[in-house]
């Protein structure tokens, strides 16, 4: 079984960063794309950003949304297992609980949450001065 385990959130300032990871352990990293989603109370997950299995497609990242464009940035260390979101210039409307998730084998990125078989328990961010 695949897990995956957030770690990283916290209270931030406006304009501050923060970098979260995602540590993935059950199977190699590498035949899995991840994505990052965020959810807001009351309002459905949004996916974010996506890192695509290395395996099946090309590697590539995924930006689902303008609004974390030259702001937040996904990587992956397959070595390690771990997948980073590099969040930076970090506005109110940021906060949110950050979930990563992984879809089936060898599937890659898409951006509805209904694809994603895995999912972590999520890590909470909060932008606020």
């Known amino acids: 079984q695949l897990r995956l385990v957030e770690s990283g959130g916290g209270l931030v300032q406006p304009g501050g960063s923060l970098r979260l990871s995602c540590a993935v352990s059950?199977?190699?990293?590498?035949?899995?794309?991840i994505s990052w989603f965020r959810q807001v109370p009351g309002k459905d997950r949004e996916g974010r950003l996506c890192?695509?299995?290395?395996?099946?497609?090309?590697?590539?990242?995924?930006d689902y949304t303008d609004s974390v464009k030259g702001r937040f940035t996904t990587w992956r260390d397959n070595t390690n297992n771990t997948v980073y979101l590099q969040m930076n210039n970090l506005k109110p409307e940021d906060t949110a609980v950050y979930h990563c998730a992984a879809p089936e084998l060898f599937r890659k990125c898409e951006r509805d949450p209904r694809f994603y078989d895995f999912w972590g328990q999520g890590t909470q961010v909060t932008v606020s001065s």
């Open positions: 890192t695509s299995t290395t395996v099946s497609s090309s590697g590539n990242t995924m």
């Open positions: 059950g199977y190699s990293l590498e035949y899995f794309s």
